[in-house]
T-cell receptor
Framework: RKEVEQDPGPFNVPEGATVAFNCTYS??????FFWYRQDCRKEPKLLMS???SGNEDGRFTAQLNRASQYISLLIRDSKLSDSATYLC????????????FGSGTRLSIRP | ETGVTQTPRHLVMGMTNKKSLKCEQH?????MYWYKQSAKKPLELMFV???????ENNSVPSRFSPECPNSSHLFLHLHTLQPEDSALYLC???????????FGPGTRLTVL
């Protein structure tokens, strides 16, 4: 089993749709979790941290399920500009020595 | 200048060359990182520095040699690379080791 696993997609959805991605992780002792987005040939940019209580930032909602060892990202009212690859990042210990990036989920929003 | 900067943005080198990649962060962060991103593969963490001390070397070949003279600057010295080392090399920084990371634009390296 991969340490961090994401559905590679691509997810191709119409503008205005709601889309959700999951990311599973193997180490139950993992410490911190993040979602990043990466546009083609650009660097990853932090989208949001994922907190145990769940968190929301505008159209984006992130949740953590420790029991089932996954995090999720929900995008509501999707925009064309949301088209990107979404990377799940898990820090598996407190020393940052075990930061694992998922391979990413590609999202394409069509008009 | 703000954020994380990297130079050069593009680099082509032969297998016998020696070159260095530079990263600078203007965020007052304490931790800095080097990552490698190859085509169709996830980002791979190479090195971690915290308060200028190297805390992690993820089994990276010795032809890659990091240097962190202070908390704001990070270098990656390259020597006798192989064509399979061609990739995007990304630098990142964070306030603490468990905090969110901010990435530079990367250096796209091609080894001939």
């Amino acid at each position: 089993r991969k340490e961090v696993e994401q559905d590679p997609g691509p997810f191709n959805v119409p503008e205005g749709a709601t889309v959700a991605f999951n990311c599973t992780y193997s180490n139950s002792a993992s410490q911190s979790f993040f979602w990043y987005r990466q546009d083609c040939r650009k660097e990853p940019k932090l989208l949001m941290s994922v907190y145990s209580s769940g968190n929301e930032d505008g159209r984006f909602t992130a949740q953590l399920n420790r029991a089932s060892q996954y995090i999720s990202l929900l995008i509501r009212d999707s925009k064309l500009s949301d088209s990107a690859t979404y990377l799940c990042v898990v820090n598996m210990d407190s020393s940052a020595s075990k930061i694992i990036f998922g391979s990413g989920t590609r999202l394409s929003i069509r008009p | 200048e703000t954020g994380v900067t990297q130079t050069p943005r593009h680099l082509v080198m032969g297998m016998t060359n020696k070159k260095s990649l530079k990263c600078e962060q203007h965020l007052g962060h304490n931790a800095m990182y080097w990552y490698k991103q190859s085509a169709k593969k996830p980002l791979e963490l190479m090195f971690v520095y915290n308060f200028k001390e190297q805390t992690e070397n993820n089994s990276v070949p010795s032809r890659f040699s990091p240097e962190c003279p202070n908390s704001s600057h990070l270098f990656l010295h390259l020597h006798t690379l192989q064509p399979e080392d061609s990739a995007l090399y990304l630098c990142a920084s964070s306030q603490g080791r468990n905090d969110e990371q901010f990435f530079g634009p990367g250096t796209r390296l091609t080894v001939l």
